[in-house]
T-cell receptor, first 113, second 114 residues
Framework: DQQVKQNSPSLSVQEGRISILNCDYTNSMFDYFLWYKKYPAEGPTFLISISSIKDKNEDGRFTVFLNKSAKHLSLHIVPSQPGDSAVYFCAAGDTGTASKLTFGTGTRLQVTL | ETGVTQTPRHLVMGMTNKKSLKCEQHLGHNAMYWYKQSAKKPLELMFVYSLEERVENNSVPSRFSPECPNSSHLFLHLHTLQPEDSALYLC?????????????FGAGSRLTVL
């Protein structure tokens, strides 16, 4: 049973436009959420996180929104740049237990010129 | 070197071979992890070590044997693997094992089992 789901395996967005990547979770014990970005032949790198006490966290062009009632979070990238083309993983964890992040399957973002 | 370094980057082995994957972190972190990434599947946590002590074994078959000789090094010993074990194996570290800790990943070791 997948507790973290990224239902869109891929997304194509034009340069300069907004990219919106979505993630749904089922475990109500999750109280912190992270997005990782992965380029080919590299490991995932941390991008941005959000705690369940917030509904929004912003870092430059990247904003993560959390809707706890819907168990949904999204990552907005504005404006999208070609260098943003990568696979984006959503991850969720429960601070009450030992660190054990649960990851989604990833969404491949392609930013076109 | 900085960050998390994994060797080898690519490994091909037969089902009867014994090989090891190595991970080294230069971040002064206290926790280290092995993850498995198979095609079209989420990253799966295999093992967690905190201060060289294994704190999590996520129902991993015994043909995978981890070793953490110190807080900077982590090994994954491989023995009698199956073709379905072919995957990208990612090592990660974090400041501590509990709470909302950000993981720093290595580039991974791509394993092919023939």
């Amino acid at each position: 049973d997948q507790q973290v789901k990224q239902n869109s395996p891929s997304l194509s967005v034009q340069e300069g436009r907004i990219s919106i990547l979505n993630c749904d979770y089922t475990n109500s014990m999750f109280d912190y959420f992270l997005w990782y970005k992965k380029y080919p032949a590299e490991g995932p790198t941390f991008l941005i996180s959000i705690s369940s006490i917030k509904d929004k966290n912003e870092d430059g062009r990247f904003t993560v929104f959390l809707n706890k009632s819907a168990k949904h979070l999204s990552l907005h990238i504005v404006p999208s740049q070609p260098g943003d083309s990568a696979v984006y993983f959503c991850a969720a964890g429960d601070t009450g237990t030992a660190s054990k992040l649960t990851f989604g399957t990833g969404t491949r973002l392609q930013v076109t010129l | 070197e900085t960050g998390v370094t994994q060797t080898p980057r690519h490994l091909v082995m037969g089902m009867t071979n014994k090989k090891s994957l190595k991970c080294e972190q230069h971040l002064g972190h206290n926790a280290m992890y092995w993850y498995k990434q198979s095609a079209k599947k989420p990253l799966e946590l295999m093992f967690v070590y905190s201060l060289e002590e294994r704190v999590e074994n996520n129902s991993v078959p015994s043909r995978f044997s981890p070793e953490c000789p110190n807080s900077s090094h982590l090994f994954l010993h491989l023995h009698t693997l199956q073709p379905e074990d072919s995957a990208l194996y990612l090592c990660a570290s974090s400041q501590e094992a509990g709470g909302a800790n950000v993981l720093t990943f290595g580039a991974g070791s791509r394993l092919t089992v023939l």
